[in-house]
Every structure is written in C-alpha cells, then in structure tokens.
C-alpha cells in the first residue's frame, strides 16, 4: 500500500508558473510508475504525465507538452509536476497516482493506476 499527498496547488495568473509535490509513503514507492491526472470542472478526469520507475521514460498529453515536466525523487520518495505557461484551461484538480511496475522503464497504462491522493486545485486566472 502507498499513500499519496498532492501538494502546491493555488491561484497563478495566465503565463505564470508553479510547482507540484507529491510525496509518497508506505510500501517501496520506488517499484511504482507515477503519474499525474486532472479533472477541471464539469470535465472528466484526464490524463497528463507520466514517469517510470527510473524517471528517465517520460510521457505528457498533447494540451501540457513542451510546457509541463515531470520528474521524481527517488531518495525524497516525492514526484513533481511543474508547470510553466500556465493557461485559464488548465484550471482543475491535479492528482497524482501510482502504478506498481515490475520493470524498471516502463510507462504505466492509466489502468494500471491503483492508488490516488485526494489532488491539490490549481486555478489560473486569465
């Protein structure tokens, strides 16, 4: 079992930036693949980055690449997600997850998800 706590959500003007936390306890988190997701209101959950367990295999959605990254911790068992150029619609609930995975660089499939923290509201004002 591995519990997860988002942390660094808040208010960001359009343009600005800010850094996500989330820090991992229990049971190895270091066998686990990461992965944030998020929900804006009124929209299902989705999709927006993913590390594996190394931290050097990485993948974003199309609406967050070139401007989000994600990376991990491994000695601090914390995953980060920062984001640069923020826009009105990345206003949402970021969460993030963990994916127990045998190999040591492979992505996690979003089904293959099976723990989540409660998320941190990030909201961007225009």
């Known amino acids: 079992q591995v519990q997860l706590v988002e942390s660094g959500g808040g208010l960001v003007q359009a343009g600005g930036s800010l850094r996500l936390s989330c820090a991992a306890s229990?049971?190895?988190?270091?066998?686990?693949?990461m992965g944030w997701f998020r929900q804006g209101p009124g929209k299902e959950r989705e999709f927006v980055a993913a590390i594996d367990r190394s931290g050097s295999s990485r993948d974003y959605s199309d609406s967050v690449k070139g401007r989000f990254t994600i990376s991990r911790d491994n000695d601090r068992n914390t995953v980060y997600l920062h984001m640069n150029n923020l826009k009105p619609e990345d206003t949402a609930v970021y969460s993030c997850a963990a994916a127990p995975m045998r190999t040591y660089y492979t992505l996690p499939k979003t089904v293959e998800y099976v723990h989540w923290g409660q998320g941190t509201q990030v909201t961007v004002s225009s």
């Open positions: 229990g049971r190895t988190p270091s066998s686990y693949g």
